[in-house]
């Protein structure tokens, strides 16, 4: 199992919190552009509005020089010369289509006329407003910008006919803004179309030019998301820019100096398995030979005991043997007696010593890698099968079995050894005489199945239970209930379990009992 498998399936978290930067970069641009566009919108404005009072004021200008003579005008023109000049002024101003009204400069009208072109109504105009007009001595007239739009429906424009030395009268011009407002309206129509296309314009160009720098930090998520899904291998390309390329290489490091622990950690269980493996295998030839040995040294003793007892009813009908043979074979045999109660306990000590070695070389084994045989195979027959063995095993104690036909793909003596393992557990921890054990098989959907077994025995304390599946560890009382165990069946239970991907996991009681559930 690799470091990495915690982490293998973690759903993005923040996904749907946190927006792409693609998308926020992109909402900036278009806020800027949009604010710039307002600003641009807003200068258009007034420099229209100026347009116009210039518009006037070369109006006027040209009307006035129309009007009054050229010396008139070089001389400086005078309150007298310009109620002269008013008629003329009036014809001029209303020909261009503006409404105009002339004053002295005490402020009284001297002369109006309204162009039939405008509706627009001029209003009398006060002393305050002549204190908003602009000073400018080099002009024959100076235009005075009171406005009076929204009061009046007008705007209202005003001029100083003279020089600051000698004011020679005002010139009220006045416009409709119903007339104004279309020409307005129109302008600010067409400004706020190509506004428009400028901002579908800039939109579209920003699309690549936004993308181009993060395509670096997509092959950065792209190399992750690889990395994260088991390419340990791979390593972070340096692309993009200064940030980007910093930020792979001090992850690259870590990846190194992570591997490389890993590979370590790796390199030592390997070691270990193989000496388990290569341990046990020594330890398999010794022992059987010792076994062999054993057994046939026991054989061969047999039949000398059996010589012996020959050999004493030959005495007992009174065949004759020399006494000194007589007293040294009777000696013999109360050696071999002893001899044999020896040799009785190194074969039961071997055949445990055996059963251990083989149970860890199965564990090596699965450890290492051993790939299951997978066939399909009818549980339930399975279990018939192993039938007269429990019974013969089980002794007075009661075994029931509940069972629904299940196929499954499997290794079939794997799945043998799952059973032998529980049921000789469920055995070993009952009473010989009041011990009842319950195998249960259950078809599940999927094609799995849930196999139980269920005893009335001496059980096992909450706290021991999740340590039953380690190596070598035996819960407290286990020795004495039964004493040649070394902690290993389900161990190996729970590896045949793993390679097949099942489950396997154990409830219980103190005094009451256990069941081992196992789903395949
Ligand atoms: N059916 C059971 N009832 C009570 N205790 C059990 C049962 N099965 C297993 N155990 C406990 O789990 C421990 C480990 O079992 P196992 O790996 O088979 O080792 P062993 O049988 O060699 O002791 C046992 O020592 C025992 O304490
Ligand atoms: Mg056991």
Known sequence: MSIFSKFKRQPFRNRKRAGSLIRDLYARYVAVVVILLVLVAAIQFESLHSALVVANENNLSFALRDALSESAIEQGITPQTFAKAAPRLLLALSMRGINVRLYDPQLHPIGERLSKYDPANLIPVRPDMLQVMRKNETRVCRIASAYVMQTHGQMLLLA????????????????????????????????LLISLLVVVFVAAILIPVIRAPLRPL????????????????????????????????????????????????????????????????????????????????????????????????????????????????????????????????????TGRLEELVRDLLQLAKLEQGLKPQLFDVELSAVVEMLQPQFQVLAGARQIIYDLRP??????????????????????????????????????LEKQRALLTVTDNGSGIAKEQLARIFDRFYRASGARERHPGGAGLGLAIVAEIVRVHNGRIWAESELGVGTTMFVEL
Do not use: W
Not at 282 to 308: C, K, N
Not at 422 to 438: C, E, F, R, S, Y
């Open 218 to 349: 997509h092959r950065l998520i792209e190399t992750a998301l690889r990395i994260r899904d088991g390419a340990f291998q791979e390593r972070f390309p340096l692309v993009g820019t200064h940030e980007t390329v910093r930020l792979a290489e001090i992850i690259n490091d870590a990846l190194d100096l992570l591997a490389s622990s890993v590979k370590r950690e790796q390199d030592a269980t390997e070691r270990m398995k193989q000496f388990v493996s290569d341990a046990s295998h020594e330890l398999r030839t010794p022992l059987t030979a010792i076994r062999g040995f054993t057994d046939v040294l026991l054989r061969r003793l047999d039949s000398y005991v059996q010589d012996l007892e020959v050999l004493q009813r030959s005495v007992h009908l009174k065949t004759e043997l020399p006494d000194e043979l007589m007293a040294r074979l009777l000696t013999n045999a109360e050696k071999v007696t002893g001899m044999r109660q020896g040799l009785l306990t190194m074969q039961r000590e």
């Open 406 to 443: 299940v196929v499954i793909l499997c290794d079939q003596s794997m799945l043998q050894q799952i059973l032998y393992n529980l049921v000789m557990n469920a055995i070993q921890h009952t009473d010989p005489k009041q011990g009842i054990i319950q195998v249960r098989l259950r078809p």
């Open 160 to 191: 100083t006919v003279g020089s600051s030395r000698q004011i020679a009268g005002y010139v009220e011009l006045g416009y409709s803004e119903s007339l104004l407002y279309p020409i307005l309206l129109q302008q600010s129509l067409k400004f």
